[in-house]
């Protein structure tokens, strides 16, 4: 008897396994994509040149530019060392320089410059500016950094700080695929709303304090943004301030001490509006051990890895300017890469 109750034991047990199988083999399984990955080289941040071709960063004090396929050398355009810097054609860049600065022995200030850099290693410098901080002027002008706006004009502000607030002016030193009227009329996000780049159009949008690091999308219909949570979290608004989708990326515990949380600072929108890239930071609340790149569609599905290497650091993430690709450099090894999505 004892033998025959096991042997009915093991057969309702493999039952169940049977069943159990099917069940999860019927499941959907977790999304994951297999997308083709270049290795370029060793940098910095990578930015895209306006034709998506080439990728431009800086490494060992060089600005360099690798071609987007990984193919042929890097090339080692000038020496230097940019507070910022972009591409302002598919032939030249845009940077900017700020270095600490003491007058005589007297106070402490900064100078500031704008230059442009061809190609060749060719330069121009398009403004200089010093300026004592301490003891501070009641009046001082300064020029913010480069902008690069989405019609392809560049340019920067020029500020004047004196008594009672500030004023700005915007300087075109590339005209793009607009007019200067018109493209100084493009809209961004600014104070509490959006505001044309010359700040003469202004549209409150009554958002919510609790969300901030604001992005706008490139169609001007969405934002991204951070809330402001308890355990945080990603959201995308719609230009009435009202939550259009929740990505569900809020901080949650992982194992005792140790967090996986939404990283906004780097989201970024896919060219067409219809995607976000952003980061999952694996964290302890003082350092970072993991950090992850996903792309998701706006609507919160689709949601697949782009670069998720178990205690790697990945970040920096750029969509190509026809949307097909995304640059990122992995911080753990120095390495960029490219990812082809079709």
């Known amino acids: 008897m ?6 009915v034991g093991l057969l309702c ?16 399984p977790e999304e994951q994509a297999e997308f083709e990955i270049i290795e370029i080289g ?13 990728l431009a960063f800086l ?26 810097f972009d591409w302002m054609s598919d032939s030249a860049f845009v940077i900017s320089e700020k270095t600490p600065w003491t007058p005589g022995g007297k106070g402490r200030g900064h100078k500031f410059a704008i230059k442009t850099i061809h190609v060749n290693g060719q330069i121009q410098t398009i403004r200089r500016d010093s300026i004592i901080v301490v003891p501070k002027s009641d009046y001082l002008t300064y020029p913010s950094t480069p902008l690069v706006l989405r019609d392809g004009t560049v340019g920067y502000y020029e500020i004047h700080e004196k008594p009672g607030g500030e004023t700005r002016t915007f300087r075109i030193i590339k005209e793009g695929s607009l007019k200067p009227e018109a493209a100084i009329k493009q809209m961004q996000l600014a104070g509490e709303g959006l505001e044309s780049i010359d700040g003469t159009i202004k549209k409150r949008i009554p958002i ?5 690091f604001l992005k706008l999308s ?9 809330a402001e949570r308890y355990s945080g979290g990603i959201v995308i608004l719609n230009l009435n301030g009202k939550v259009l989708t929740d990505l569900d990326v809020d901080a949650r515990e992982i194992s005792p001490g140790l967090f996986e949380v939404g990283e ?38 689709g949601k697949v890895p782009i670069a998720a290497t178990p205690d790697e650091i990945e970040r920096d993430a ?19 890469f490219v990812v082809k999505l079709k």
């Not at 490139?218 to 951070?226: C, F, G, R, S």
């Open 318 to 336: 750029s969509w190509s300017p026809d949307g097909t690709k995304i640059a990122y450099r992995n911080e753990t090894s120095g390495k960029i």
């Open 264 to 301: 906004i600072v780097g989201a970024m929108w896919s060219p067409d509006s219809k995607k976000v890239l952003y980061g999952l930071t694996i964290e302890d609340g003082h350092s970072v051990y993991d950090n992850d790149i996903y792309m998701v569609n706006v609507d919160g599905t």
């Open 208 to 212: 919510d304090k609790k969300y901030g």
């Open 42 to 54: 060793t940098g910095g941040t990578p930015k895209w040149s306006p034709d998506g071709t080439r």
């Open 2 to 7: 004892r033998s025959k109750s096991l042997i």
């Open 13 to 28: 047990l493999f039952a169940l396994m049977v069943v159990f199988s099917i069940t999860t083999n019927s499941q959907k």
């Open 218 to 226: 490139p169609d001007n219909t969405k934002i991204l943004a951070w």
């Open 59 to 84: 490494a060992g004090g060089w600005l360099c530019v690798a071609n987007a396929e990984g193919k042929g050398e890097i090339q080692k355009i000038v020496q230097l060392r940019p507070w910022t």
